[in-house]
Antibody
Framework: QVHLEQSGAEVKKSGASVTVSCRASGGTFSSYTVNWVRQAPGQGPEWIGRIIPLVGTVNYARKFQDKVTLTADKSTGTAYLELSSLRLEDTAIYYC????????????WGPGTLVTVSS | DIQMTQSPSYLSASIGDRVTITCRASQDISNFLNWYQQKAGKAPKLLIYHASSLETGVPSRFSGRGSGTDFTFTISSLQPEDIATYYCQQYDNVTPDVTFGGGTKLDIK
């Protein structure tokens, strides 16, 4: 059974950057895609983008193209989400989640990382 | 961008009731529609994929149907552990793009 482990909660000032990590159990991504989803307080989930670690392909939702950088380290089985120029409205729980193949249904999720942005 | 309209946003029902949630896409998405359950303080959990396929380990009281623009999610007999918020999610694997519905918060009457 695959598990995704995420880094701990972060508190950042407005304008700063933050990096959230997502490590696959066993230290390998195998052949799957890592998606990132955020959920602001009291809101529904919002897809940020995805990375296919084995080939390095990255896709971003249009809204996040200038906000987010997705990377992955195949050797450690860890994916990273970097958020830049943080604003108060970036306060949210950030999840990594897996999908297999071309169909984007997210069958394994990390526990989430709370990022709080303060002024 | 494809918009997903989910209704109702809130639903109160009794144990044993049949519960139905609908999701409408702003354009034809074939069967590229999934359903998730999210309990308080937890990550979403996949219940249904490809509009009607039950994820492994999910109880058979959960079901989904539909194609094109109109989809439904049904709990055949509501159980206390089903209290949660439910989300539909569409995807386009060509762009790619993913959109979630606004959610349905389900409560026990």
């Amino acid at each position: 059974q695959v598990h995704l482990e995420q880094s701990g909660a972060e508190v950042k000032k407005s304008g700063a950057s933050v990096t959230v990590s997502c490590r696959a159990s066993g230290g390998t991504f195998s052949s799957y895609t890592v998606n990132w989803v955020r959920q602001a307080p009291g809101q529904g989930p919002e897809w940020i983008g995805r990375i296919i670690p084995l080939v390095g392909t990255v896709n971003y939702a249009r809204k996040f193209q200038d906000k987010v950088t997705l990377t992955a380290d195949k050797s450690t089985g860890t994916a990273y989400l970097e958020l830049s120029s943080l604003r108060l409205e970036d306060t949210a729980i950030y999840y990594c989640a897996r999908n297999l193949g071309s169909a984007i249904y997210l069958d394994v999720w990390g526990p989430g990382t709370l990022v709080t942005v303060s002024s | 961008d494809i918009q997903m309209t989910q209704s109702p946003s809130y639903l109160s029902a009794s144990i044993g009731d049949r519960v139905t949630i609908t999701c409408r896409a702003s354009q034809d998405i074939s069967n590229f529609l999934n359903w998730y359950q999210q309990k308080a303080g937890k990550a979403p959990k996949l219940l249904i994929y490809h509009a009607s396929s039950l994820e492994t380990g999910v109880p058979s009281r959960f079901s989904g149907r539909g194609s094109g623009t109109d989809f439904t999610f049904t709990i055949s007999s509501l159980q206390p552990e089903d209290i949660a918020t439910y989300y539909c999610q569409q995807y386009d694997n060509v762009t790619p793009d993913v959109t979630f519905g606004g959610g349905t918060k389900l409560d026990i009457k």
